[in-house]
């Protein structure tokens, strides 16, 4: 999967559990301030990328994720590389 | 003493989501009882409730991602207290002067059994981090607060069957002791879930009918069976009656008596002879100052299961002296809204007052032998001028609660 094809499964997945228009999710987009979205709704929304993604991503890792941009990152970083 | 007065109400009940249109299935003799259309029941021995259909829209009240982090009591006690809080008009307070009360019985059930479900078939890892914020009994509170900014004393009561009835008490006992100028207060329950079900039944609590399910619901029928699960919400907005009179507000009527005591008898039986229920309608009664004799009717906790009609008329005729006011049960007409129970009967009490005539029992056609002489309005509304009435809610725990509602002077 490249990078462009995990945004738009990102943003499907920001969508539907951060109730946003898709416009506003953006690479710079900030989770908190552009997004709405508290710590409880990014936990939910990385609960919903685990499932999308069927990856794994420890809650020490979320730590410093305040963009969109850097979720994608941490989402590309576990995909296997060969997909 | 501070008369406490009623300036706002609102509904959300199997028999009407507005005042006007609860009011109109109460004189009809009307009941929602019906086959349960929410899930499933095909594994279950009761199939049906008084359920609140497709027509109730959260969407009016508020935005589709605040709903999909609240739980369906949420959802329900919101609107309600929104609308009670339209009907009130403007408050003109001090947001840090006015409190919220809200009684449930059991909280978020819908949200915990599909978030036990999650837990079972996928593991810790996918329990919803907002399964605590939805489930919790005070949630409802908590969430009237922060959308109109209230930010007075906030809480809830979990009284089981008594709670609507004892925060609507607790919080005119906010507006004597001047730590509120208004409360806003009431219940909601949104229990009729698989496992809610189920757990009823297996008490014995609820009614088997299930082959004609609209007349299950029969209070202090000779051929009840048990209560049918209901859900809802009632609110009403509290506030001292001289300041109702100086905003200019539409006094609906006062909370004059408030009664609470416990059985300390049994964890779902009422006590021997009613005995309980006895002295919380006397607490009640002392506290408005009122004689029996100024009671007009009551509207009685009146479940239709065969133990706690026998034991509330048994409490009545003994307070009452066998001279007892026409008696009146709401649940009929919606099951029996648990939590709710209690506040959209005190909303019942007032509504009746407003329209000088007592609504009848909806279902109750031969009254039980076994009850002694009480006199059940059934069949059709009985014109009955403005006079006080007495609310009673009995919950599952031997709390007992009583109201006394006076017309607006």
Same mark, same amino acid.
């Given at each position: 999967m490249d990078r462009n094809e995990a945004f738009a499964q990102l943003r499907e997945a920001a969508v539907?559990?951060?109730?946003?228009?898709?416009?506003?999710? #953006?690479?710079?987009?900030?989770?908190?301030?552009?997004?709405?979205?508290?710590?409880?709704?990014?936990?939910?929304?990385? %609960?919903?990328?685990?499932?999308?993604?069927?990856?794994?991503?420890?809650? /020490? /890792?979320?730590?410093?994720? #305040?963009?969109?941009?850097?979720?994608?990152?941490?989402? %590309? &970083?576990?995909?296997? &590389?060969?997909? | 003493m501070t008369a406490v007065a009623i300036t706002g109400m609102g509904v959300k009940t199997p028999i009407g989501l507005?005042?006007?249109?609860?009011?109109?299935?109460?004189?009809? $003799?009307?009941?929602? $009882?019906? @086959?349960?259309?929410?899930?499933?029941?095909?594994?279950? @021995?009761?199939?049906? =409730?008084?359920?609140?259909?497709?027509?109730?829209?959260? $969407?009016?009240?508020?935005?589709?991602?605040?709903?999909?982090?609240?739980?369906?009591v949420t959802h329900l006690g919101f609107a309600a207290a929104t609308d009670a809080i339209a009907d009130a008009g403007d408050l003109g307070a001090d947001p840090a002067r006015i409190a919220v009360v809200a009684g449930t019985g059991v909280g978020g059930l819908l949200t915990l059994e599909a978030q036990i479900a999650t837990f079972v078939n996928k593991g810790a890892m996918r329990v919803s981090p907002f399964l605590v914020p939805m489930m919790m009994s005070n949630a409802t509170a908590a969430f009237i607060a922060i959308q109109h900014g209230f930010t007075g004393p906030n809480f809830s009561v979990v009284t089981a069957c008594a709670a609507g009835a004892n925060a609507i008490g607790e919080a005119a006992r906010l507006i004597r002791a001047g730590d509120a100028d208004v409360v806003i207060a009431g219940g909601s329950e949104a229990s009729i879930t698989p496992v809610g079900l189920a757990a009823f039944h297996r008490m014995g609590a609820l009614s088997r009918r299930k082959d004609d399910p609209a007349h299950a619901s029969r209070p202090f029928d000779a051929d009840r069976d048990g209560f049918v699960m209901g859900e809802g919400a009632g609110f009403l907005v509290l506030e001292s009656l001289d300041r109702a009179r100086a905003r200019g507000a539409r006094v609906r009527a006062l909370i004059a008596g408030y009664g609470r005591n416990t059985d300390a008898h049994h964890i779902t039986a009422p006590s021997p002879g009613g005995d309980g229920a006895v002295r919380c309608m006397q607490l009640a009664l002392e506290d408005a100052g009122l004689p029996t004799s100024a009671i007009g009717h009551i509207n009685a906790h009146g479940t239709s299961? @065969?133990?706690?009609? =026998?034991?509330?008329?048994?409490?009545?005729?003994?307070?009452?002296?066998?001279?007892?006011?026409?008696?009146?049960?709401?649940? +009929?007409?919606? +099951?029996?809204?648990?939590? =709710?129970? $209690?506040?959209?009967?005190?909303?019942?009490?007032?509504?009746?007052?407003?329209?000088?005539?007592?609504? @009848?029992?909806?279902?109750?056609?031969h009254l039980d032998p076994a009850l002694g002489p009480i006199d059940v309005v059934h069949g059709a509304v009985r014109p009955l001028a403005a006079a006080p009435a007495l609310s009673n809610s009995f919950g599952f725990g031997g709390h007992n609660a009583s109201l006394v509602v006076v017309p607006a002077p």
């Open positions: 539907e559990v951060l109730h946003v228009d898709a416009s506003a999710v #953006t690479e710079d987009a900030r989770f908190k301030e552009d997004l709405d979205a508290d710590s409880l709704a990014l936990i939910e929304f990385v %609960m919903a990328l685990e499932e999308r993604f069927d990856i794994s991503v420890p809650e /020490e /890792e979320l730590d410093g994720v #305040t963009r969109v941009g850097q979720a994608l990152d941490l989402v %590309m &970083a576990k995909l296997p &590389a060969s997909a | 507005d005042l006007d249109t609860y009011w109109e299935g109460l004189c009809s $003799g009307r009941s929602a $009882g019906g @086959p349960i259309t929410s899930f499933d029941t095909s594994e279950h @021995p009761v199939t049906f =409730a008084c359920e609140i259909g497709e027509e109730f829209e959260v $969407g009016a009240y508020v935005s589709a991602k605040e709903a999909a982090h609240l739980d369906r299961t @065969p133990l706690n009609d =026998a034991s509330e008329a048994e409490a009545v005729l003994k307070v009452f002296g066998g001279q007892a006011p026409p008696v009146t049960s709401v649940k +009929g007409a919606t +099951g029996h809204l648990i939590g =709710a129970a $209690g506040a959209v009967e005190a909303i019942a009490s007032v509504l009746a007052m407003e329209h000088a005539v007592v609504f @009848p029992t909806a279902n109750h056609e």
